[in-house]
């Protein structure tokens, strides 16, 4: 099974800074790779697709990148609402696989 | 409007079987892979299995394969998953999902598994 890595665990943020979450795969995924947000008590809502195309709906400050075994989330401008659990997950070869998370609190 | 609504989650005993539903709304679900995924109390994710559009082929987890089935009735919108021999490690919250590629558009509200004696 492709084992991803999120860091850091938890990120604590203030409002308005650019941030980056990063997500490390064990085997090349290429660019199978996908982000959500879960927002407490809600269910996961997908941010990116193809580690960096944007999703219908998702604020522009929201931005993926990478391949192969690196892939990197950002967010421009970190606002209240983004204080959430983020997930990659890679849609690259069964089972797909989930990262543990990286949540966002507040500094 | 996409919607998943799943039922049938509830307090179970180990070794007991139960059966959850996932009604889908507003699109055409004979044409889309569905998905179950849980998520156990301490957050972490896992998919457990997918069917295809007209039920003829699925796929599982390997450690979930043998006590979990995956099966829909595209008549009347639905996707089931049928759980056996649940253990308390299957305490959860489990969402249907529409697949597209390899990942995840719509998630349903989820419904919570709890086994316990």
């Known amino acids: 099974d492709v084992v991803l890595t999120q860091s850091p665990a938890t990120l604590s943020v203030t409002p308005g800074e650019r941030i980056s979450l990063s997500c490390r795969a064990s085997?090349?995924?290429?660019?199978?790779l996908h982000w959500y947000q879960q927002k407490p008590n809600e269910s996961p809502r997908l941010l990116i697709k193809y580690a960096s195309q944007s999703i219908s709906g998702i604020p522009s400050r929201f931005s993926g990148s990478g391949s192969g075994t690196d892939f990197t989330l950002s967010i421009n401008g970190v606002e209240l609402e983004d204080l959430s659990i983020y997930y990659c997950q890679q849609g690259n070869s069964l089972p797909y696989t989930f990262g543990a998370g990286t949540k966002l609190e507040l500094k | 409007e996409v919607q998943l609504v799943e039922s049938g989650g509830g307090l179970v005993q180990p070794g007991a079987s139960l059966k959850l539903s996932c009604v889908a709304s507003g699109f055409t679900f004979s044409d889309y892979w569905m998905s179950w995924v849980r998520q156990t109390p301490g957050k972490t994710m896992e998919w457990i299995g997918d069917?295809?559009?007209?039920?003829?082929?699925?796929n599982y987890a390997p450690s979930l394969k043998n006590r979990f089935t995956i099966s829909r009735d595209n008549a009347k919108s639905t996707l089931y998953l049928q759980m056996s021999n649940v253990r308390s490690e299957d305490t959860a919250t489990y969402y249907c999902?529409?697949?597209?590629?390899?990942?995840?558009?719509?998630w349903g509200q989820g419904t919570l598994v709890t086994v316990s004696s």
């Open positions: 085997e090349s995924v290429d660019t199978y």
């Open positions: 999902t529409r697949r597209r590629g390899g990942w995840f558009a719509y």
């Open positions: 069917i295809k559009y007209d039920g003829s082929y699925t």
